[in-house]
């Protein structure tokens, strides 16, 4: 049978999770990018770079881990069977629950998001059943979020005047942009995800799911 990959965006398609018993372990790919095209081009600033970038990409891989954590808590919580992470390859080849996510950070100091989110699965072409090809069965619409300062001045006003330098500062005000995105866009995508697959497979009578606040720790 031959197989071809390639990565569609249809709508959410109804159907599409009918007899689907578990869904995979989420996948998170994080990008933090800083924008800075005042930087000189002098040792001291370089090396600054490579260490500010360096740092960017362990918030990053640190970033996915937690997301990844806090979406199968909340599908578990929600009762939909969530595959174990090392069953990938073996138990559900040919699924995946794709996030990703991009902070940014401007010259000006600004920050902002993308969040998107797809399940993706491999489909039989109606035409010729021979041809297998991974299709985006479901995906939310991309959730775009712009930090004003007035927001970080709240909460950080206290802290500020406590001397903390403009590192940790920026390191703070990263951390309150991931607690927006999973409070404000992961929820809402998962849930979004979970009314999807529900409507496939009906929760059967006489069993019902807690759908409080999910305790992350």
């Not at 010259?107 to 989110?117: D, I, L, Q």
């Not at 330098?165 to 942009?177: A, I, P, S």
């Given at each position: 049978?031959?197989?071809?990959?390639?990565?569609?965006?249809?709508?959410?398609?109804?159907?599409a999770f009918t007899g689907l018993l578990r869904v995979p372990h989420p996948s998170c790919l994080?990008?933090?990018?800083?924008?800075?095209?005042?930087?000189?081009?002098?040792?001291?600033?370089?090396?600054?770079?490579?260490?500010?970038?360096?740092?960017?990409?362990?918030?990053?891989?640190?970033?996915?881990?937690?997301?990844?954590?806090?979406?199968?808590?909340?599908?578990?919580?929600?009762?939909?069977?969530?595959?174990?992470?090392?069953?990938?390859?073996?138990?559900?080849?040919?699924?995946?629950?794709?996030?990703?996510?991009?902070?940014?950070?401007?010259?000006?100091?600004?920050?902002?998001?993308?969040?998107?989110?797809?399940?993706?699965?491999?489909?039989?072409?109606?035409?010729?059943?021979?041809?297998?090809?991974?299709?985006?069965?479901?995906?939310?619409?991309?959730?775009?979020?712009?930090?004003?300062?007035?927001?970080?001045?709240?909460?950080?006003?206290?802290?500020?005047?406590?001397?903390?330098?403009?590192?940790?500062?920026?390191?703070?005000?990263?951390?309150?942009?991931?607690?927006?995105?999973?409070?404000?866009?992961?929820?809402?995508?998962?849930?979004?995800?979970?009314?999807?697959?529900?409507?496939?497979?009906?929760?059967?009578?006489?069993?019902?799911?807690?759908?409080?606040?999910?305790?992350?720790?």
């Amino acid at each position: 049978m031959g197989t071809i990959s390639i990565r569609l965006s249809p709508p959410d398609q109804a159907g599409a999770f009918t007899g689907l018993l578990r869904v995979p372990h989420p996948s998170c790919l994080a990008h933090i990018h800083e924008s800075n095209p005042r930087l000189m081009e002098t040792s001291p600033q370089l090396q600054q770079a490579q260490e500010r970038l360096q740092d960017a990409r362990t918030l990053s891989r640190v970033i996915e881990n937690r997301i990844e954590k806090i979406i199968r808590r909340l599908l578990l919580k929600l009762g939909i069977p969530v595959f174990a992470k090392e069953d990938f390859g073996k138990a559900y080849d040919g699924l995946f629950f794709t996030i990703k996510i991009n902070i940014d950070r401007s010259a000006e100091g600004s920050w902002s998001s993308v969040v998107r989110m797809e399940f993706i699965q491999e489909v039989l072409l109606a035409r010729d059943s021979s041809i297998q090809i991974e299709a985006v069965t479901w995906n939310n619409a991309p959730f775009r979020r712009e930090y004003g300062e007035l927001e970080f001045t709240h909460e950080f006003f206290a802290r500020m005047v406590e001397g903390l330098g403009q590192h940790e500062l920026e390191t703070l005000r990263l951390k309150w942009v991931v607690n927006r995105i999973i409070d404000e866009n992961i929820r809402k995508g998962v849930e979004s995800f979970v009314c999807a697959y529900r409507r496939d497979n009906p929760v059967k009578r006489g069993r019902s799911y807690d759908t409080a606040p999910l305790d992350e720790k």
